[in-house]
């Protein structure tokens, strides 16, 4: 994205915050941006890895919704959380990934259509947390 998500982040004050982004167009601009402290890395996020990335206590991540990537991203993001890791996340409120995600999570709260009209998107979302 264009960083609103690293914004949101900033009063948590990580230690370490590594973003990925995958569209070239938004990684230019991510990267023309000042960010003391965080590593950009311009890829597909289902093809690092955590030897690439490394692991951490944290992941947050809205991850495209688009042949239910956000299902591929999530469990593919599983792998960078150390044990006792807590990832948070957004997918899109359906049947499949409430069957696929929704036994994963501690946490999952749906919102409605429209509260990321701003953004671009008018689909229902589910915020959700899963515990390692």
Excluded: Y
């Amino acid at each position: 994205g264009l960083g609103r998500l690293l914004d949101a982040l900033k009063p948590a004050a990580p230690a370490e915050v590594v973003a990925v982004e995958t569209a070239p167009q938004l990684a230019a601009q991510l990267f023309k941006q000042d960010r003391p402290g965080v590593t950009l890395r311009q890829r597909d996020f289902l093809t690092c890895t955590p030897e690439e990335l490394g692991t951490f206590d944290a992941v947050a991540m809205n991850p495209p919704f688009h042949m239910r990537a956000d299902i591929a991203h999530t469990l593919h993001a599983l792998a960078f959380l150390r044990p006792g890791g807590r990832l948070a996340g957004l997918c899109m409120d359906t049947h499949h990934r409430t069957a696929t995600l929704r036994p994963l999570c501690s946490h999952w709260q749906p919102i409605p259509a429209g509260a990321f009209r701003a953004e671009g998107t008018n689909v229902p979302t589910v915020l959700f947390l899963i515990q390692k």
